[in-house]
C-alpha cells in the first residue's frame, strides 16, 4: 500500500460548483497533514495545514478523520483560478513528507 | 514575505557531466529538502538534512547525488555523473522545524534540468 494516496481524477467541474477531494494514508501514527497546490510546471505552494478539529480559510475547507486515516479538502465557489492540481502531503514518520500523486481540478466557465 | 530561492532556473547539460544545483533556503529555517518531479509525475523525495547532516534519504538518492550546505546559507545538490533519466524539475524546500511538528515546508520555484 503506498503511503499517500489520492484519486488523480481529472475533476472537471463548472464554476460555482463545490467539489471535495480525499487522500488516503497509510500510518496511523502520522502528525503532520498539508495540502498544498501545483499550478502545471511550477512549484507546490502551500495552501493550508489540515488540524485535527477540522479549518476553513475561506472557501476552503480542511478536514482530518484519524480513525479513517484520511484528509479531506472542499472547494465552495469554485473559481476559474482554483484550476489545478491539489496535492496531498503528510509526514508519517521521521524526516521526510510523503507527497500523494495529485488531484487535478479544471473548473469551467 | 521570506521565499526560498533557487539557481539556475534551467540547466541544460551534456549526459555523463556533473551538475550543482544551488538553493538559498529561508534564513531562519533548520531543515531543507529536495524533491524532483519528471514531467508529468508525482513529486518524489531525494533527502532531508538537518544540523549539517542528511536526516533522510530515498532510494533514488544513490552515489551520484551528494548534498552540502557549504556556508551559512546556500544548499547544493551534486549530481556527479547525469544520466538522460535525471531530466526533471529539482525543487529544494525549508522548514522551520521537522516534518512532525506540523510545520510545512516552503518549496523553490524550481531548477528544470535537461540532460542531452
Known amino acids: 500500500r503506498k503511503e499517500v494516496e489520492q484519486d488523480p481524477g481529472p475533476f472537471n467541474v463548472p464554476e460555482g460548483a463545490t467539489v471535495a477531494f480525499n487522500c488516503t494514508y497509510s500510518n496511523s501514527a502520522s502528525q503532520s497533514f498539508f495540502w498544498y497546490r501545483q499550478d502545471c510546471r511550477k512549484e507546490p505552494k502551500l495552501l493550508m495545514s489540515?488540524?485535527?478539529s477540522g479549518n476553513e480559510d475561506g472557501r476552503f475547507t480542511a478536514q482530518l478523520n484519524r480513525a479513517s486515516q484520511y484528509i479531506s479538502l472542499l472547494i465552495r465557489d469554485s473559481k476559474l483560478s482554483d484550476s489545478a492540481t491539489y496535492l496531498c502531503v503528510v509526514a508519517l514518520s521521521g524526516n521526510q513528507f510523503y507527497f500523494g500523486t495529485g488531484t487535478s481540478l479544471t473548473v469551467i466557465p | 514575505e521570506p521565499e526560498v530561492t533557487q539557481t539556475p532556473s534551467h540547466q541544460v547539460t551534456q549526459m555523463g557531466q556533473e551538475v550543482i544545483l544551488r538553493c538559498v533556503p529561508i534564513?531562519?529555517?533548520?531543515?531543507f529538502y529536495w524533491y524532483r518531479q519528471i514531467l508529468g509525475q508525482k513529486v518524489e523525495f531525494l533527502v532531508s538534512?538537518?544540523?549539517?547532516?542528511?536526516?533522510?534519504k530515498s532510494e533514488i538518492f544513490d552515489d551520484q547525488f551528494s548534498v552540502e550546505r557549504p556556508d551559512g546559507s546556500n544548499f547544493t545538490l551534486k549530481i556527479r555523473s547525469t544520466k538522460l533519466e535525471d531530466s526533471a524539475m529539482y525543487f529544494c524546500a525549508s522548514s522551520k522545524t521537522g516534518p512532525l511538528t506540523g510545520q510545512p515546508q516552503h518549496f523553490g520555484d524550481g531548477t528544470r534540468l535537461s540532460i542531452l
Open positions: 489540515v488540524y485535527s
Open positions: 534564513s531562519n529555517h533548520l531543515y
Open positions: 538534512f538537518y544540523n549539517n547532516e542528511i536526516s533522510e
